[in-house]
Every structure is written in C-alpha cells, then in structure tokens.
C-alpha cells in the first residue's frame, strides 16, 4: 500500500509570497476564488453582448478586482468582529476561573444534624 501523501494529486501545498504563508491568510483564499468567477462571467457575459473583446477584458478585469477587494474587506471585517468576541469572551471567562478559589468548604461540625 503507497503513502497517500506522495500519490495525492489535491495536497494542500503551501505558497509563499514575500515570506508570507498565502493559506495562513484569513479571507484570502475566499475572495480570490470570488474575484476570478465573477470576472470570468461578466468578461464572457459582456462579450456574448457587446462582441467586443477588449471592452469585454476590461469589464472582466474591472469586475475581478471590484468584488476581489469587496470581499476581501467584507471578509476581513467580520472576521476581526469574530476574534474580537471571542478574546473578550476568553477574558471573560479567565476572570471567572481566576476569582473562584479551589478552597474546600469547611463545615461546622455543630451545623451536622446526627442521624
């Protein structure tokens, strides 16, 4: 039986720009996939209705790099709300555990009722 990392033609492979991880990039994957659709289609939806290839281009290209940077700025809002959240939910929470004391209760003996 093979190793299935080395067979795999779909392994996630890392890019790196500017010694930048481009999949440790929150956002970036998502409005680049995004961008390319919507440019391809209004570049070939302007081209089945105008015939003309350079106007088509430079719609597509227009289109591609407007929703790109929607996106990316849409994307990136919410997901700065998210970790914002979560980071006071987490001090929250240290607080929580911080103030609680791990102190047994101690019980008067003359508070026991005798059975």
């Not at 970036?28 to 089945?48: E, K, M, P, Q, W």
């Not at 990316?72 to 607080?95: A, H, M, P, T």
Request: charged share 20%; glycine share 10%.
């Amino acid at each position: 039986m093979s190793n299935n990392n080395e067979s795999s033609p779909f392994l996630r492979k890392d890019i790196y720009i500017f010694g930048r991880n481009l999949n440790e990039i929150p956002c970036f994957r998502n409005s680049l996939l995004y961008g390319i659709s919507s440019g391809l289609g209004v570049g070939l939806g302007t081209f089945l209705f105008t015939s003309n290839g350079r106007k088509a281009l430079h719609y597509g290209f227009g289109s591609y790099l407007g929703v790109t940077w929607i996106y990316w700025g849409y994307c990136r809002f919410s997901y700065n709300r998210v970790d914002k959240q979560l980071k006071e939910i987490k001090k929250v929470l240290q607080d929580k555990v911080d103030d609680s004391t791990n102190d047994p209760v101690l019980i008067d003996p003359s508070d026991v009722k005798q059975a």
